[in-house]
């Protein structure tokens, strides 16, 4: 019956109302509740064990090191996601998942490209992303209990990494959760941003890098290649043109992606005026995960 309820609210194969909400501890206890159930036992989790040589598990962390959910795992715990994962060889025009279906697995892709597809009213598909090497599909079905939002096919000969739910929920689930949680809420707030829909900032969140600096300190300068967009979280810096303050920055702003989309030099120098905190996003998921030409639109209005 639960499941039943679950395939009706997700009629139109996108995530669950709820999860589009901010979600507060009482949002989280409820997912928590339903995602976990009897996989939420800790005493009694085993992890799996695939058999690779050393060249598969070498290949494997080098991927995981790529990826936005596996990255920051203690080494324990990347030890065990390792051992955990199978590799599954993709030829191209197969299908990894299918919209609809109910999720027990995520892919992190080793190599390939792979179009993400998702159905239109009249049956038709449409590609929404294309995914590549260190890009992870399939988690939302895991993180937040839903069937999955779209269907995932091979462009072309492909390897795939693949982790069960059990051990996701145990070793990864938890980590994710938090961070996507802290900076939903917060990404929505940026004016930039603020027309993406929740798996999207979601995907941004993923891959956000925190950066800590005292006051005074240069973030980025004048002339030098632009490497990293910026989103301010705490604090307060200001730009600077030829020694002249020309704009001031606070908590939501951002800065730093006009040098990623024109492939130009830094326009000026970031200066932090106060203790800060900043989020960094490297150019590659950034061209990736945001959607440039409404920046550049947008660029001109905020900038």
Not at 39 to 68: G, H, I, M, T, Y
Not at 269 to 293: G, H, P, Q, W, Y
Request: charged share 30%.
């Amino acid at each position: 019956e639960e499941e039943e309820e679950e395939e009706e609210d997700d009629e139109d194969d996108e995530p669950p109302a709820d999860w589009e909400k901010p979600m507060g501890n009482r949002a989280r206890q409820s997912v928590s509740a339903e995602a976990y159930g009897e996989w939420n036992a800790k005493k009694a989790f085993v992890p799996p064990v695939v058999p690779k040589s050393d060249e598969q598990k070498e290949r494997l962390k080098n991927c995981l090191v790529k990826s936005f959910l596996f990255s920051n795992l203690e080494s324990t715990d990347l030890g065990i996601v390792i051992g955990a994962m199978k590799e599954v060889n993709m030829t191209a025009g197969q299908r990894a998942i299918n919209q609809g279906d109910n999720g027990d697995f995520l892919f992190v892709i080793e190599s390939g490209k792979f179009e993400c597809l998702i159905k239109k009213p009249d049956g038709s598909e449409i590609c929404v992303k294309t995914c590549e090497s260190g890009d992870v599909f399939g988690e939302l079905a895991l993180l937040y209990n839903c069937p999955r939002a779209a269907s995932v096919e091979s462009k072309d000969n492909g390897v795939l990494w693949q982790l069960d739910r059990d051990t996701f929920n145990h070793i990864v689930k938890e980590a994710a959760q938090k961070k996507r949680q802290r900076y939903d809420t917060f990404l929505a707030k940026v004016p930039l941003l603020s027309s993406m829909d929740a798996y999207e900032r979601s995907q941004l969140a993923d891959a956000l890098k925190v950066e800590n600096f005292p006051a005074g300190a240069t973030v980025v300068t004048q002339g030098e290649v632009g490497q990293k967009f910026y989103i301010l979280e705490e604090g307060d810096a200001c730009a600077t043109k030829n020694g002249v303050e020309v704009m001031k920055y606070s908590a939501g702003d951002y800065f730093g992606e006009l040098a990623l989309i024109n492939n130009k030099p830094r326009a000026a120098t970031v200066t932090t005026k106060s203790e800060a905190r900043l989020l960094s996003v490297d150019a590659r998921s950034f061209k990736r995960l945001i959607n440039v030409s409404e920046l550049m639109e947008k660029s001109n209005r905020y900038t």
